[in-house]
């Protein structure tokens, strides 16, 4: 099936609400400007597209009859779950209708003997997460946004957290899901079992399509066996090679650490200029956060002592335990505050790079060199075990225009870099509306053109979340594109 060459996008008009409103319950359709504030927008550093119209579908009924309306008339949908996203993936970028899953928050059922979870799509990640620890279960994948975000939005952008080193990402815990297709059709793929290879596997392919070709509805989710003890450990180190060989070393040879978390001097200083950090972390080249599970509390200690055994010959001086909740608080506090530290220094840009762990220490100094040559600071801090750094270019004292260059030059100088060091240029956050232009720099041509096919499959009229991962989309329709401001 080829997508079809004259099938611009249309806006909505007055006669489309009117026909919108006979036929959802009256609190699903927002309509006034005043409302669309929150839905133009998702977390992405200012990026604001205003969408014609808002529904908030109560089930999976409604979410049929206005993605059938939508392809009828075909108007720009774009799929939204809690609008937390860093790649502008959420946001309205033609118009149209933004379908938010907000209100569609039901966990269907949590079943402690097959350990599934079937929840709606407007779940919040965190809520899920408590659900199953009241049975004795884990939901894996812990991304630091889990008390705003969804489980749609999470599957989309196949979200990952600390603890995807041990538990794997959104996708690894994905057994099924239940979809509204472009046309408006409500099928379910996949289901509850654990294997299946029953033709090709379309959950995998829906999982990170950033609502580009179907609309998730619900999902069947893998729960695990919550860890009987845990515990956190602290480690400073005097440079930034030491720890990035320590968090090889210690990922290799222990395999109860869960999650490994990396922030390196400058992230360390960022969160020193808005309040005190003890010493020796203050003066440390980088820190390492790590979090381990295991079977049974006495098991604890013999394991910390091999992690230190392993640490203190790479320089590390450092080692703290934090053995209960309050107590791993205050040492996560540090990971925890950076991205607000960096907000509050400067304006920047995220850039979400992921690449072989045993070539993390390169990556920081990449994005050092990179920065400096643009006149920028980096600061370096993520899920080093699953070697995914975030990288945030500060733009300082610069002018908006020279600001603007630098980074967009530092950007594509970076990307090259990560893909020449086998990595991606985007681990987690998804290519959305902000990296279209980028993602030729790391997939061939050949692929690209084979995804813009599946695109076509799913959604031949191009309705589903346009102008997002692409940047042809629909190019006959871009007079229609609403305003994006950068
Ligand atoms: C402070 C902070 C910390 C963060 N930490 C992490 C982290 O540790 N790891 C990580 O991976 N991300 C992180 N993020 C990014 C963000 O939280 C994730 O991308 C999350 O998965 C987005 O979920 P959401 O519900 O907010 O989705 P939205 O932002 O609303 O949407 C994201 C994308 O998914 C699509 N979508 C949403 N719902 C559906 C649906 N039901 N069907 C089809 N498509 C849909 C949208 O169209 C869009 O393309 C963080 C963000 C913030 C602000």
């Not at 975000?149 to 603890?163: Q, W």
């Not at 440079?239 to 869960?258: G, H, K, N, W």
């Not at 969160?271 to 820190?287: D, F, I, K, N």
């Amino acid at each position: 099936m080829r997508r079809m060459p004259n099938s611009p996008l249309l806006p909505l008009t007055e006669d489309h609400l009117a026909k919108l409103r006979g036929l959802l319950s009256r609190d699903s359709l927002l309509t006034d400007r005043a409302d669309f504030g929150p839905y133009s927008h998702d977390e992405t550093e200012d990026l604001r597209s205003s969408p014609a119209a808002v529904v908030r579908p109560k089930n999976s009924a409604e979410v049929v009859e206005v993605v059938r309306f939508a392809h009828t008339h075909r108007i720009a949908l774009t799929p939204r779950g809690a609008g937390s996203g860093l790649s502008g993936g959420a946001i309205p970028a033609h118009g149209g209708i933004v379908l938010s899953l907000d209100r569609m928050q039901q966990i269907r059922s949590l079943d402690a003997d097959d350990m599934v979870a079937e929840v709606e799509a407007g779940v919040i990640t965190g809520d899920l997460m408590r659900a199953a620890a009241q049975i004795g279960l884990l939901y894996g994948p812990n991304p630091s946004s889990f008390d705003i975000c969804t489980v749609g939005g999470n599957i989309a952008e196949n979200a990952a957290g600390p603890l995807s080193l041990r538990y794997g990402t959104t996708r690894d815990q994905v057994l099924g899901l239940e979809i509204v297709l472009a046309d408006g059709t409500l099928v379910r793929c996949g289901g509850r079992n654990r294997k299946d290879v029953a033709g090709y596997d379309l959950t995998r392919l829906l999982v990170g399509s950033e609502g580009t070709l179907a609309v998730i509805t619900a999902a069947t989710l893998r729960l695990l066996p919550a860890p009987a003890a845990r515990m956190s450990l602290l480690a400073t180190f005097p440079d930034l090679e030491s720890a990035a060989a320590a968090v090889a070393t210690v990922c290799r040879e222990v395999p109860a650490v869960a999650a490994c978390e990396m922030v390196e001097a400058e992230a360390i200083a960022a969160v020193a200029s808005l309040e005190t950090v003890p010493e020796p972390l203050r003066s440390a080249g980088a820190a390492l956060l790590l979090e381990v599970h295991c079977d049974q509390a006495e098991h604890l200690m013999s394991i910390a002592e091999q992690i230190l055994a392993l640490v203190e010959p790479l320089g590390s001086s450092d080692l703290q335990v934090a053995l209960d909740e309050h107590d791993e608080r205050k040492l996560w506090h540090l990971r925890r505050q950076v991205a607000h530290a960096v907000k509050s220094l400067s304006v920047y840009k995220e850039v979400d790079t992921v690449v072989p762990r045993s070539r993390l220490a390169e990556l920081v100094r990449a994005a050092r060199e990179v920065a400096s040559q643009e006149g920028l600071k980096a600061i370096c801090y993520g899920h080093a075990g699953d070697g995914n750094l975030h990288i945030n270019l500060l733009r300082g004292t610069l002018d908006e225009e020279r600001w603007i260059e630098a980074r967009d030059r530092a950007e594509v100088a970076l990307f090259d870099r990560v893909v020449a060091l086998g990595g991606s240029i985007t681990g987690e956050h998804g290519i959305g509306w902000t990296q279209r232009q980028h993602l030729a720099r790391h997939t061939p041509p050949e692929l690209l053109a084979t995804m813009r096919q599946i695109k076509d499959v799913f959604d031949p009229l191009g309705i589903l979340n346009p102008s997002k991962i692409f940047l042809d989309q629909h190019p006959d329709s871009e007079q229609e594109t609403a305003e994006v401001s950068s």
